[in-house]
């Protein structure tokens, strides 16, 4: 009966070994494709490449100025780094930090009144202002530390990729529009077709965190030589 038991034991050890591997090692693309076929065929996701952003920030400003965002907090930064090499062969590296749009989002588990939400119709994941009581636990939850409090509304606030402004005119967010070296690629991870998914087939790309199950949406192209600085 031990032996017995020993080996039902061992052999469920290496099923689910098998199953973290296969979770871990999986591309988004592998992810994507073994979606319940009965959801939504809409998955909204961006590609950052760091090798084309020159850090001038007109996607910050483009999103400042469609989602109204008020002074001392922001939806979207770019984050410099650098210099590296030596003068005048020097370069910065730049790094686009905003909401990731995480399939298993944390901040929707910890929210209490389901303000914190993902849309089922895109993916996106939103906040219901009418809902948010500003208890600053989704704040809390986000490994990306990319919430914050709207000092207007009192509630939280984060990149929503222009849901409500942008995308409501069949647009393209804000941000991509802005961009001056399309450093930013948006588009429906589930359209085989669609100029983000061509993109990933391409070009090797890098999620945040993905060691903590999120499933986030925001993909990096990582830089090379970084940005000339002149």
Request: hydrophobic share 35%.
């Amino acid at each position: 009966m031990e032996t017995s038991k020993r080996q039902f034991l061992k052999g469920c050890g290496a099923l689910i070994a098998g199953i973290s591997v296969y979770t871990v090692t999986k591309s988004p693309l592998a992810e994507n494709a073994n979606t319940d076929a009965s959801q939504t065929e809409v998955k909204y996701a961006m590609v950052h490449d760091e090798n084309a952003c020159i850090g001038c920030n007109a996607c910050v400003e483009a999103c400042r100025e469609t989602n109204h965002v008020p002074d001392g907090v922001t939806r979207v930064k770019i984050e410099r780094t650098g210099p590296f090499g030596n003068y005048p062969n020097q370069s910065y590296r730049f790094n686009r930090v905003s909401c990731q749009h995480c399939e298993a989002a944390p901040c929707v588990r910890v929210c209490p009144t389901g303000a914190a939400y993902i849309d089922k119709d895109t993916g996106i994941v939103a906040v219901n202002s009418d809902r948010c009581v500003g208890c600053q636990y989704c704040i809390a939850a986000c490994p990306y530390q990319v919430r914050f409090i709207n000092p207007e509304t009192r509630t939280a606030d984060k990149c929503d990729f222009c849901q409500q402004t942008q995308l409501a005119k069949g647009l393209q967010p804000a941000c991509v529009l802005a961009c001056p070296t399309q450093a930013l690629t948006f588009g429906n991870l589930k359209d085989p077709d669609s100029a983000l998914v061509k993109l990933l087939k391409t070009k090797p790309t890098y999620r945040a965190k993905v060691d903590l199950g999120t499933r986030p949406k925001l993909f990096h192209i990582q830089t090379i030589d970084g940005e000339v600085m002149l």
